[in-house]
């Protein structure tokens, strides 16, 4: 499984931008989706999570209201839609995948396949 995430840049504080994440040769029909980002000298934090299935939705606490994931099994792209930014959101942003399963959806060990990372950056 190979991710290509996209989508970041610069942006002020309170702007929007959307991130896309594609899985290239294959589908993600099956797979559970997720974002996380990280800051240098921190651990990677989740973000957000898709369940396979559409059932199921997850999101860190502080990006709630203002973030929504969601997917396109279509073109095997899931994407973060990211409203009301905030400095604190600058971070370099990873898309990752996983098989369906009951792994718990907010922990990076329970995901197989990444993406290389976008930055986004929102300045003040």
């Known amino acids: ?17 959307r991130l896309s994440c594609a899985r290239t040769g294959g589908t993600i029909s099956s797979l559970e989706m997720a974002w996380f980002r990280q800051v240098p000298g921190k651990e990677r934090e989740f973000v957000a999570a898709m369940r396979w299935d559409w059932g199921n939705t997850y999101y860190l606490d502080s990006v709630k209201d203002r973030f929504i994931i969601s997917r396109d099994d279509a073109k095997n792209t899931v994407y973060l839609q990211m409203n009301s930014l905030k400095p604190e959101d600058t971070a370099v942003y990873f898309c990752a995948a996983k098989p369906r399963g009951t792994t718990i959806v907010e922990m990076p060990s329970s995901y197989l396949y990444w993406g290389q990372g976008t930055l986004v950056t929102v300045s003040s």
Do not use: D, E, T, W
């Open 1 to 17: 499984v190979q991710l290509q995430a996209s989508g970041g840049g610069l942006v002020q504080a309170g702007g929007s931008l």
